[in-house]
Structures are given as structure tokens and as C-alpha cells.
Nanobody
């Protein structure tokens, strides 16, 4: 069993900040550092979209153009945890945010089958 558990979502005003966390666990998960980690989001009525990704070592990151300069992804391999720091949030970023894990690099397509593990999601609501 492998679990990814997100936390840190909530209600924030426009321009505010939130820090999401994703903890990985499970007997079959293996070495956390071999997994790329990523964050995606899905707003009501829209398809899931890529937000940010980080390699297993943490040496490389990738961001959707819409969040560059405002969001930062990081990880602590000693604690099996990945964070997404979100600053200057906008109302249209209201969505359920999901973390994902995949050996090697995260697939950024958002398709559920392309990444091995997904969390249950955490709601982020940005009020105007």
C-alpha cells in the first residue's frame, strides 16, 4: 500500500499565501528519493492541470507558466515530504490540489494513468 496525503489547503484572500504538504508512506513505496513529485490542480468543470514538479534529488524543478515566480516546490527526502508554497494567490486558482509521485520524472499531462500514485486532494479556495 502506498499513500500520498496532502494537507495545508484552506480559504485565503486574493494575494494571500498557502503552503501545501504531501507526505508519502507505504510498505511498498521504496526509496522516496527515486520518485519525482508533482502538484496538479482541478477546478470545478475543468480538467486537471499541471502546477509544479520536482526531481527525486530536488535538483530540478518545473512550473506551469501561470505560477512561475509565485509558487515554489520543494522536498525533504529524509521526511518523505513535498511542499508547494503558493504566494500571491488569485481567485481563479481555486481548485482541489493533488500531489503525485512517479519513479523518475513526473508526467505533466495530468492524466491519472501517467503517474503512479495520487493523493486524495486538498481544497484551496481563494476569495476575491
Amino acid at each position: 500500500q502506498v499513500q500520498l496525503v496532502e494537507s495545508g489547503g484552506g480559504l485565503v484572500q486574493t494575494g494571500g499565501s498557502l503552503r501545501l504538504s504531501c507526505v508519502a508512506s507505504g510498505r511498498t513505496f521504496g526509496v522516496y528519493g527515486v520518485y519525482g513529485m508533482g502538484w496538479f490542480r482541478q477546478a470545478p468543470g475543468k480538467e486537471r492541470e499541471f502546477v509544479a514538479a520536482i526531481t527525486g534529488s530536488g535538483s530540478r524543478t518545473d512550473y506551469a507558466d501561470s505560477v512561475k515566480g509565485r509558487f515554489t516546490i520543494s522536498r525533504d527526502n529524509a521526511k518523505n515530504i513535498c511542499h508547494l508554497q503558493m504566494n500571491s494567490l488569485k481567485p481563479d486558482e481555486t481548485a482541489v490540489y493533488y500531489c503525485a509521485a512517479r519513479p523518475g520524472l513526473i508526467d505533466t499531462s495530468g492524466a491519472a494513468s501517467r503517474n503512479n500514485y495520487w493523493g486524495q486532494g486538498t481544497q484551496v479556495t481563494v476569495s476575491s
